[in-house]
């Protein structure tokens, strides 16, 4: 959670007249953990939710989709899921189990927990010729 304090000059214009001199702006975000149901180091995110309720929301549209033992909640921020069934990261995607909640969710597949991930390679030479 931020917290901004804006205070208004006591000389300001008028414009500022009916407004309360401090304003407390909060800005939070949800974050909840999900892993795979199958082992311990394969397929772990981080989700991240403008609140709760979007996630608890998400959470529960998903759940109806898949089969029980597919997709549950251990606490509000702790999530498992069987990753041979549910591809929890395109959840949100068109043609999957909610995709209302596009652009209302993110993501972010962390590495391997032994910090393996997916190496990005070049095939070719730079130059453009080959890498032989």
């Known amino acids: 959670m931020l917290w901004f304090r804006l205070t208004t000059p006591q000389h300001h214009s008028n414009t500022w007249h009916d407004f309360k001199r401090l304003v407390i702006l909060t800005i939070m975000v949800f974050y ?3 892993k795979n149901s199958n082992d311990d180091w394969s397929y772990r995110y981080v989700i991240v939710a403008p609140n709760f309720d979007i996630l608890n929301a ?8 898949v089969a029980d033992n597919v997709f549950w909640r251990v606490s509000n921020e702790f999530y498992v899921f069987d990753a041979t ?9 068109p043609g999957h189990e909610a995709p209302k909640f596009m652009n209302k969710l993110i993501f ?3 590495n391997d927990n032994e910090g393996r991930n997916i190496s990005t390679f ?4 730079p130059s453009g010729g080959t890498a032989e």
């Open 108 to 110: 972010q597949l962390l």
């Open 122 to 125: 070049i095939n070719g030479h």
């Open 32 to 34: 909840a953990y999900a």
């Open 58 to 65: 998400w959470f529960y549209e998903v759940k109806d989709k």
């Open 85 to 93: 069934k549910l591809n929890l990261g395109r959840s949100t995607a």
